[in-house]
Nanobody, 119 residues
Framework: QVQLVESGGGLVQAGGSLRLSCAASGSISSINAMGWHRQAPGKQRELVTA???????KYAESVKGRFTISRDNAKNTVYLQMNSLKPEDTAVYYC?????????????WGQGTQVTVSS
């Protein structure tokens, strides 16, 4: 099992920045990818960004150029730097961990952290 603990959500004005953190513990050797998903009210959960242990990344088109994912392998922690935030970025953000072979498969989820962007 892998446990994921998120932190860093909150309320920010449009154009502002936030950084989310997700610390993984447990059977770290069973995963090779971590990522962030988000779910806005009334919408499906969507992948925001992901990073593999080798450093490969992928981003949703809506966040490219504004969000950056990074990881500290020594701390088993992944970060999401969110800049130029928009009201449409408002959602609960979930950290996820899993296996990335041809595409990521997510086996573990954090509890979620609320990000609210005011206009």
């Amino acid at each position: 099992q892998v446990q994921l603990v998120e932190s860093g959500g909150g309320l920010v004005q449009a154009g502002g920045s936030l950084r989310l953190s997700c610390a993984a513990s447990g059977s770290i050797s069973s995963i090779n990818a971590m990522g962030w998903h988000r779910q806005a009210p009334g919408k499906q959960r969507e992948l925001v960004t992901a990073i593999s242990s080798g450093g490969s990344t992928k981003y949703a088109e809506s966040v490219k150029g504004r969000f950056t994912i990074s990881r500290d392998n020594a701390k088993n922690t992944v970060y999401l730097q969110m800049n130029s935030l928009k009201p449409e970025d408002t959602a609960v953000y979930y950290c996820a961990a899993g296996i990335w072979f041809l595409s990521p498969v997510w086996n573990y989820w954090g509890q979620g952290t609320q990000v609210t962007v005011s206009s």
